[in-house]
């Protein structure tokens, strides 16, 4: 196991909180980049992936490009242009909402279903790394602290 000094070449740090902020922005980095690496076969960015996953919870149900930018991981990302590129791909559509000719309703297809399936085998196999490295029981400690570091 290599320490978060060993990984950036940096012997101290000012505070143990300096060290968990610099250590949770590398190892969000690492997971991201790892993530990445699943999806790129399948064309996928991992902020599609994200939308992609959103749709498939919702169950057939559609949903608003601000309930997808509330939903969203990386709130940072354009949800229309994620959305554009997602339908010019076949795996999603806009539709005009029948209540409110204003709004767009955004569904995933067949096609869509199917390869949000494929990514989540794909990202699957980084997650069953994961627990190789931790216990369930470590698991379940850092995702507390996590949601405690957020207040």
Same mark, same amino acid.
């Given at each position: 196991?290599?320490?978060?000094?060993?990984?950036?070449?940096?012997?101290?740090?000012? /505070?143990?909180?300096?060290?968990?902020?610099?250590?949770?922005?590398?190892?969000?980095?690492?997971? !991201?980049?790892?993530?990445?690496?699943?999806?790129?076969?399948?064309?996928? /960015?991992?902020?599609?992936? !994200?939308?992609?996953?959103?749709?498939?919870?919702?169950?057939?149900?559609?949903?608003?490009?601000?309930?997808?930018?509330?939903?969203?991981? %990386?709130?940072? /990302?354009?949800?229309?242009?994620?959305?554009?590129?997602?339908?010019?791909?076949?795996?999603?559509?806009?539709?005009?909402?029948?209540?409110?000719?204003?709004?767009?309703?955004?569904?995933?297809?067949?096609?869509?279903? %199917?390869?949000?399936?494929?990514?989540?085998?794909?990202? %699957? !196999?980084?997650?069953?790394?994961?627990?190789? !490295?931790?216990?369930?029981?470590?698991?379940?400690?850092?995702?507390?602290?996590? %949601?405690?570091?957020?207040?």
């Amino acid at each position: 196991m290599q320490s978060i000094e060993e990984a950036i070449q940096q012997a101290n740090f000012k /505070s143990p909180a300096h060290r968990v902020q610099v250590n949770v922005i590398f190892t969000g980095a690492w997971i !991201n980049h790892r993530t990445v690496r699943e999806l790129k076969p399948l064309g996928l /960015s991992l902020q599609q992936f !994200n939308i992609l996953r959103i749709l498939r919870g919702r169950a057939g149900k559609p949903a608003t490009i601000k309930l997808l930018t509330e939903r969203m991981i %990386d709130k940072m /990302s354009n949800a229309s242009r994620l959305v554009d590129k997602l339908k010019d791909k076949g795996l999603v559509e806009r539709q005009e909402c029948p209540a409110d000719r204003r709004r767009v309703d955004i569904v995933i297809t067949p096609k869509g279903d %199917d390869m949000v399936a494929r990514a989540s085998t794909f990202v %699957d !196999n980084f997650t069953r790394e994961i627990e190789e !490295n931790l216990s369930m029981e470590e698991a379940i400690t850092l995702s507390h602290l996590l %949601d405690k570091l957020r207040g």
